[in-house]
C-alpha cells in the first residue's frame, strides 16, 4: 500500500488579535512586538478614582501636558518587548560577565596606576545612586505615563539603569574595599562637587508629569551624562593612562546609552510632531533640563576631568543639541 | 534569466530578515508556506545586515541567518554586511 502523506496550506482567517488589527491592519501576522503592545493599556471601567489622585483616572492620558490623539503612536524602534529584551539583555550581561573574569584572571586591577584607579572610584562610584535615581524616574515614568508603547519600555529602561547602578557596584568592589561604596555614598551626600547633581536629581523625583520627566532624565540628564562620563572620561581618558580594564568592566553603559538613545529620539520626535503646542512644550523641557543638566555635571566634569571637563561637557553638550535638532525640538 | 530563492523557518528572528529581503529587492516574490517562508527573486538577491538593523533597531550579525535557513538556490557572495544570490561566477 502507498501512503502519500502531502502538505496541505491552512491559510487562517485572522493573522492577529482584533485589537491588534485596528492598528496594523489584518494582511499580514502581526510581529509578537505588535501583539505585545497594541491595544494593551487598559482604557475603560476604572470604577474609581485613585483616592492619592482623585482629579485623574487612574491610566490618565491628561496626567500629561503632551496630546496625543493615540499614544500607541510612540513605537520603540528596538521593538523590544519582554522576550526580546530580556535576551538583549542576557547577551550582554554574559558578554559583561566574561569582562569581569577577563580583568580578574589576569589580574590586571594592580596593573591600573593608583591614581588612574582612585580618580575612576572617585567619579564613577557615586554615579550609582545617579543610576538608582533613573530607576526611580523611569519607574515613575512607567507608572504614571500613558500607552503601552511608552510604559512598557521605560519599565525595562528603569530595569537596566538597576543594572548600571550594579555594574558600577561590582566595578567598586573590582577595583577597592567594599568600603568604597560606603565613601562613595558619603561623597554623594556630602561632597560639594555632587550636590548640584544630587539636587537635580533629587528634584526630579517629584516632576509629575510622565513625558516632563521622560525629556529630564531620558534625554537631557542621561544624554549629557553618558557621553561626558564613559565616553571622554573612560574611553578617552581612563583607557589611555592605563585604566583599560575600568573601559571593560563599563563597557555596557556607552553601548545601552547608544541604543536607548534611539528610542528616546523616536518618542521625543514623534510626540513632537504631533502638534505645535507639543514641539513647543517639548523644547521649553528641554532647554530648561539640560540647561539644569550641565550645571549640574559641570563640576562633576571637573571633577573627572580637570580642566578639560567642560570642553568636554560642552561637547557633550553639542552632541545631545544636534539630538534634538534631529528630533525636531529646540535644545 | 534564472531565479534563486532562498527559505527560512517561519518564525519572530526571521521576520525581520524576509521584511529586509522584500524592502531592498522589489522583484522578490514571498510565498508562505506551512512552517517555512520561501522567497523567490529573478536573477539575484541580496540581503543588507543595514536594513534588517533598522527593521529591529538592535544590531545583527549576519549569520544568524544560518540558525533559521532552510534551503538556498544560487551562488553565494557574502561578507559582514551582506549576502548575494545570484548565477553570475
Redesign the interface.
Known amino acids: 500500500m502507498n501512503i502519500d502523506l502531502q502538505?496541505?496550506?491552512?491559510a487562517p482567517l485572522r493573522n492577529t488579535y482584533a485589537h491588534v488589527a485596528n492598528y496594523v491592519g489584518n494582511d499580514k501576522p502581526a510581529?509578537?512586538y505588535q501583539e505585545a503592545t497594541f491595544g494593551a493599556q487598559p482604557t475603560a471601567n476604572f470604577h474609581y478614582r485613585p483616592t492619592w489622585d482623585p482629579e485623574h483616572e487612574i491610566f490618565d492620558a491628561s496626567r500629561s501636558a503632551i496630546v496625543l490623539a493615540d499614544w500607541y503612536v510612540l513605537k520603540?524602534?528596538?521593538?523590544l518587548y519582554y522576550a526580546t529584551w530580556t535576551m538583549?539583555r542576557a547577551r550582554q550581561q554574559d558578554a559583561m560577565e566574561s569582562n569581569f573574569q577577563f580583568v580578574e584572571s589576569r589580574g590586571m586591577v594592580p596593573k591600573i596606576p593608583d591614581a588612574v584607579r582612585e580618580k575612576a572610584l572617585q567619579v564613577l562610584v557615586p554615579l550609582r545612586h545617579a543610576a538608582w535615581g533613573a530607576n526611580m524616574n523611569n519607574a515613575s515614568i512607567c507608572a504614571y505615563g500613558y500607552g503601552t508603547a511608552f510604559t512598557a519600555p521605560a519599565m525595562f529602561h528603569a530595569m537596566d539603569n538597576l543594572g548600571v547602578a550594579q555594574y558600577l557596584t561590582r566595578l567598586g568592589l573590582a577595583l577597592d574595599d567594599p568600603s568604597v561604596l560606603d565613601h562613595g555614598k558619603q561623597d554623594w551626600l556630602s561632597d560639594p562637587r555632587w550636590q548640584v547633581l544630587r539636587r537635580c536629581v533629587e528634584d526630579s523625583f517629584v516632576v509629575e508629569d510622565p513625558f516632563e520627566l521622560f525629556v529630564a532624565q531620558n534625554l537631557a540628564l542621561d544624554g549629557l551624562l553618558y557621553p561626558l562620563i564613559y565616553g571622554s572620561f573612560v574611553d578617552e581618558h581612563v583607557a589611555l593612562q592605563g585604566g583599560t580594564a575600568v573601559a571593560m568592566l563599563t563597557a555596557f553603559m556607552p553601548e545601552w546609552h547608544d541604543?536607548s538613545a534611539?528610542?528616546v529620539d523616536a518618542v521625543v520626535k514623534t510626540a513632537a510632531a504631533e502638534s505645535d503646542a507639543n514641539r513647543r512644550q517639548i523644547s521649553l523641557w528641554v532647554q530648561a533640563w539640560t540647561e539644569r543638566a550641565q550645571a549640574a555635571l559641570a563640576p562633576v566634569a571637573e571633577l573627572a576631568l580637570g580642566d578639560a571637563g567642560q570642553d568636554a561637557l560642552a561637547e557633550a553638550r553639542a552632541a545631545l543639541t544636534e539630538r534634538c535638532r534631529k528630533a525636531g525640538v529646540l535644545a | 534569466m534564472s531565479n534563486v530563492f532562498i527559505a527560512f523557518q517561519h518564525n519572530?528572528e526571521s521576520?525581520p530578515v524576509v521584511d529586509a529581503i522584500v524592502a531592498d529587492n522589489p522583484a522578490a516574490v514571498v510565498v508562505?508556506?506551512?512552517g517555512i517562508v520561501k522567497i523567490d527573486a529573478p536573477n539575484s538577491l541580496t540581503i543588507r545586515r543595514g536594513t534588517i538593523e533598522s527593521q529591529?533597531?538592535?544590531p545583527y550579525d549576519l549569520q544568524q541567518i544560518h540558525v533559521n535557513l532552510v534551503t538556498l538556490s544560487g551562488y553565494i557572495d557574502e561578507d559582514d554586511d551582506q549576502l548575494t544570490l545570484s548565477w553570475k561566477h
Open positions: 502538505a496541505r496550506e491552512i510581529s509578537r520603540d524602534p528596538r521593538q538583549a541604543e534611539r528610542w | 519572530e521576520r508562505h508556506s506551512p529591529t533597531g538592535r
